[in-house]
């Protein structure tokens, strides 16, 4: 694990409780979001989706409700 972004969101439901998705890039270049929902508490959180986006270690990841932005070190 390279890099780590958390993001815990907020839905206005009938279920109490917040949902937190996170976000995290490997030195392999990809990029992985886990994701817990309220309703599943207790049960750990699960790996939501893999995408594999660069050909080396993953530097700087955001996620937010509508975009994962991932990036890399360009070094000389």
């Known amino acids: 694990m390279t890099y780590i972004f958390l993001c815990l969101y907020y839905y206005i439901t009938g279920i109490s409780g917040n949902t937190v998705e996170l976000a995290y890039g490997t ?13 599943t508490v207790g049960r750990g959180p699960q790996l939501f989706q893999t995408f594999s986006v660069h050909r080396c270690a993953v530097a700087h990841v955001h996620l937010s409700d509508k975009h994962l932005l991932s990036g890399m070190n360009i070094t000389g």
């Open 27 to 39: 030195d392999h270049g990809t990029v992985n979001i886990i994701i817990q929902h309220p309703e």
